[in-house]
């Protein structure tokens, strides 16, 4: 898909689901939060994440607690083991690192610098790590969910034989950076409302005339 054709797209979902701004979060909490998102909705994310926060005074308390006590906090989440663990190792790598709870510091980092950081910490993949430092610090990473890889590859932005993993320094190369942000979320609603992974609803979609997925399956 050549680069006119992506602004088009960019400009059509931004007509139909409006240019999304950041809200301003604490890095921290947005890395909790995504370590919870993983292989969940975002719903019983959600529930775990306002669980957690209701029964710790701060991350240092909870820092202090069995991994039972936030396995039990979590649990809403799923894999709620696995998820406490991987929370507490990653607190704790950060205070020791920066000698409080904070990723503040990272600002003050390059990005590729302040990636490899956060993909030093415990269950930090690419996507987590892009989603801290996109919405708390603005820097050009886009990250990859399972709504933004089905759209990409339905609208042909990138190969169907092309990995979710693979996926995200295609995109940025031919996605302006600027616009990092207001397509990632675009695309997840997109997703969500309209081209759902079963019975995408073409007649309501605004790529169609774009999309790769849907011009094939006219052919068929």
């Keep these: 898909m050549d680069r ?30 995504t370590i919870l998102s993983q ?23 909870l820092l202090a607690a069995s991994d039972e006590a936030v396995a039990d906090r979590i649990r809403p989440g799923g ?14 790598q950060i205070k020791q690192y920066a000698g409080a709870i904070s990723l ?21 993949g690419p996507k987590t790590a892009s989603v801290v430092l996109l919405f708390a610090f603005g820097m050009p990473f886009l990250p990859v969910d399972t709504h933004v890889y089905r759209v990409s590859w339905r609208l042909g932005l990138v190969a169907e034989d092309v990995r979710p993993e693979k996926a995200q320094p295609i995109l940025e190369r031919i996605i302006p950076a600027e616009k990092y942000l207001s397509l990632h979320l675009n695309l997840i609603k997109h997703g ?13 979609c605004a790529l169609r005339n774009y999309c790769s997925y849907f011009q094939q399956g006219q052919k068929a």
């Design 192 to 204: 969500r409302l309209i081209c759902r992974a079963r019975g995408p609803k073409h007649d309501e």
């Design 39 to 61: 292989n969940t909705s975002d719903t019983n994310s959600l529930r775990a994440f306002a669980l957690l926060k209701g029964a710790f005074a701060d991350y240092e308390e």
């Design 104 to 124: 503040f510091f990272l600002a003050g980092m390059g990005k590729e610098e302040a990636m490899a950081y956060l993909l030093s910490l415990p269950g930090v």
């Design 4 to 33: 006119q054709r992506v602004a088009t797209c960019i400009a059509l979902l931004e007509e139909q689901y409006g240019v999304p701004q950041p809200d301003e979060i604490d890095p921290v909490d947005l890395l909790v939060m």
């Design 79 to 92: 894999l709620a083991e696995i998820k406490a663990r991987r929370i507490k190792e990653a607190l704790a």
